[in-house]
């Protein structure tokens, strides 16, 4: 695998406060760091991965009473603050770094983070919104940890000209090897989720978090690639009780902050740390580095997705006060049998805002969901099957394995050795998030930087 170098400096920045004259003690670190100075508390192989929403200065409000006014507006401002984040970036030296919310659009700022990160010894790769939106994606990958194998764009070309990086990387530090003899591959991807301006948006995320999901069934299929980790990275826009959150917990994935504090995935420790503040005012933890190993088992795709969806119905109902028999009701209108007819439910999904928009469920989801919901496909959904699959169908979160034991997968089949990662530690920055507060003297972004630690296991699959 690779050995980290620089992720025992986050012992140093949790001593720094959000205000402080960081910027001397940054420049020594990064001195150092260049100089050949190599920690001795990392001794064991792992790797480190960043993920941060800059915030780009084309959003950033310099003035409520006057929203038109932004920082893009004051060069020497996004500069500097720009320039402050790179000294961090550098003085981390993460394995991967994933932003969003880059300013593609400025060719002075893109031209300063490709320029440093190159000299730092980083691959970059940045991609655009569609639609010409401004900002966009840079994940840059450590030359001495990772060779990129592959690198694809995925553009959604949706409501929210969101889009998402993939890249295929393989381990050019000879540490663990599979039983094969090759290096260690894994697949990283960094995305932006669409902001939840109202609950009927929910299901633009969940569509796009689908799309990554379906694509990287394709990709693993294509190039046999079953048993490699996945480490998603961003800013998803979405908390741990969000529609996305359950829906990538079924697919196997696990929130590395959480698995690291030990934190469930319960309602008690939903607000236990945040990671943005958002235009609102509002605090909330959205960012999250999410893995998943390759001894992971999970449910079909399509039938998380489902379910997923018909979570979204069942809020949406409960939003306007409609217990299981109301909603019941609710779903079958005017039908004097005690079913639901498919006219019915396509018509309610009309009035919760699901279909008839250009952001809404295709006719073929609409049809995959019914299908999901008459279990006897009898062409009607009776009561036992509305509780059964649309009333209390949710998302199974797989919450046994805390990602730091060698799990074996219980489905049936040979076994292999395989390797995956261990969550060694994870932190926020500034500290004050991860006590679910919010500093007023951070000036960085909006958002706080959220790094993790792997160190790689060896475990069996199928």
């Given at each position: 695998?690779?050995?980290?170098?620089?992720?025992?400096?986050?012992?140093?920045?949790?001593?720094?406060?959000?205000?402080?004259?960081?910027?001397?003690?940054?420049?020594?670190?990064?001195?150092?760091?260049?100089?050949?100075?190599?920690?001795?508390?990392?001794?064991?192989?792992?790797?480190?991965?960043?993920?941060?929403?800059?915030?780009?200065?084309?959003?950033?409000?310099?003035?409520?009473?006057?929203?038109?006014?932004?920082?893009?507006?004051?060069?020497?401002?996004?500069?500097?603050?720009?320039?402050?984040?790179?000294?961090?970036?550098?003085?981390?030296?993460?394995?991967?770094?994933?932003?969003?919310?880059?300013?593609?659009?400025?060719?002075?700022?893109?031209?300063?983070?490709?320029?440093?990160?190159?000299?730092?010894?980083?691959?970059?790769?940045?991609?655009?919104?569609?639609?010409?939106?401004?900002?966009?994606?840079?994940?840059?990958?450590?030359?001495?940890?990772?060779?990129?194998?592959?690198?694809?764009?995925?553009?959604?070309?949706?409501?929210?000209?969101?889009?998402?990086?993939?890249?295929?990387?393989?381990?050019?530090?000879?540490?663990?090897?599979?039983?094969?003899?090759?290096?260690?591959?894994?697949?990283?991807?960094?995305?932006?989720?669409?902001?939840?301006?109202?609950?009927?948006?929910?299901?633009?995320?969940?569509?796009?978090?689908?799309?990554?999901?379906?694509?990287?069934?394709?990709?693993?299929?294509?190039?046999?690639?079953?048993?490699?980790?996945?480490?998603?990275?961003?800013?998803?826009?979405?908390?741990?009780?969000?529609?996305?959150?359950?829906?990538?917990?079924?697919?196997?994935?696990?929130?590395?902050?959480?698995?690291?504090?030990?934190?469930?995935?319960?309602?008690?420790?939903?607000?236990?740390?945040?990671?943005?503040?958002?235009?609102?005012?509002?605090?909330?933890?959205?960012?999250?580095?999410?893995?998943?190993?390759?001894?992971?088992?999970?449910?079909?795709?399509?039938?998380?997705?489902?379910?997923?969806?018909?979570?979204?119905?069942?809020?949406?109902?409960?939003?306007?006060?409609?217990?299981?028999?109301?909603?019941?009701?609710?779903?079958?209108?005017?039908?004097?049998?005690?079913?639901?007819?498919?006219?019915?439910?396509?018509?309610?999904?009309?009035?919760?805002?699901?279909?008839?928009?250009?952001?809404?469920?295709?006719?073929?989801?609409?049809?995959?969901?019914?299908?999901?919901?008459?279990?006897?496909?009898?062409?009607?959904?009776?009561?036992?099957?509305?509780?059964?699959?649309?009333?209390?169908?949710?998302?199974?979160?797989?919450?046994?394995?805390?990602?730091?034991?060698?799990?074996e997968d219980s489905s049936q089949g040979p076994k292999k050795e395989v390797i995956g990662f261990a969550v060694k530690n994870a932190s926020l920055f500034p500290r004050e998030v991860e006590k679910g507060?919010?500093?007023?003297?951070?000036?960085?972004?909006?958002?706080?930087?959220?790094?993790?630690?792997?160190?790689?296991?060896?475990?069996?699959?199928?």
């Amino acid at each position: 695998m690779v050995i980290v170098v620089g992720s025992s400096n986050s012992n140093t920045s949790s001593n720094l406060n959000t205000s402080g004259n960081e910027s001397a003690v940054i420049k020594r670190s990064i001195s150092r760091a260049n100089s050949g100075f190599v920690s001795s508390i990392m001794a064991e192989p792992c790797i480190s991965c960043t993920t941060f929403n800059i915030l780009a200065p084309i959003y950033k409000r310099l003035d409520q009473q006057n929203q038109s006014l932004r920082e893009s507006d004051f060069r020497d401002t996004w500069l500097t603050r720009n320039q402050r984040i790179l000294d961090w970036l550098l003085y981390e030296r993460s394995s991967i770094i994933c932003l969003q919310e880059f300013w593609v659009g400025n060719k002075e700022l893109v031209h300063m983070y490709q320029e440093r990160l190159g000299e730092a010894g980083y691959m970059t790769f940045k991609l655009a919104r569609t639609n010409n939106r401004g900002d966009g994606l840079l994940t840059a990958v450590r030359e001495d940890y990772f060779r990129v194998l592959n690198e694809r764009d995925l553009l959604f070309n949706d409501f929210g000209d969101r889009v998402a990086q993939l890249l295929h990387v393989q381990s050019v530090v000879p540490f663990l090897k599979t039983q094969q003899g090759t290096q260690q591959e894994i697949l990283i991807v960094n995305t932006h989720l669409l902001f939840p301006h109202d609950s009927s948006l929910s299901v633009v995320r969940l569509h796009q978090v689908y799309k990554i999901l379906q694509y990287l069934e394709l990709y693993q299929r294509e190039n046999k690639l079953n048993n490699i980790p996945i480490v998603l990275c961003g800013d998803w826009n979405g908390s741990k009780r969000g529609h996305v959150y359950k829906f990538l917990r079924s697919q196997g994935f696990v929130s590395s902050y959480d698995i690291a504090h030990q934190y469930t995935d319960g309602d008690a420790d939903a607000h236990k740390w945040v990671s943005h503040r958002n235009h609102r005012g509002n605090i909330c933890g959205v960012d999250f580095i999410w893995l998943r190993n390759p001894n992971k088992s999970r449910k079909p795709l399509k039938i998380s997705w489902a379910e997923a969806v018909f979570g979204i119905i069942k809020y949406q109902l409960q939003k306007v006060s409609l217990a299981e028999n109301d909603a019941f009701a609710f779903l079958k209108a005017d039908n004097k049998g005690d079913f639901i007819t498919y006219s019915a439910f396509c018509e309610a999904l009309r009035q919760v805002n699901l279909v008839g928009r250009p952001y809404g469920l295709s006719f073929q989801e609409t049809k995959d969901l019914w299908a999901q919901a008459d279990v006897d496909g009898n062409g009607v959904v009776s009561y036992e099957e509305f509780k059964q699959r649309m009333w209390n169908s949710t998302c199974s979160e797989r919450v046994e394995d805390d990602c730091n034991e060698n799990v074996e997968d219980s489905s049936q089949g040979p076994k292999k050795e395989v390797i995956g990662f261990a969550v060694k530690n994870a932190s926020l920055f500034p500290r004050e998030v991860e006590k679910g507060t919010w500093p007023e003297n951070y000036s960085l972004s909006d958002h706080a930087r959220l790094n993790v630690v792997f160190s790689p296991v060896r475990m069996q699959s199928s």
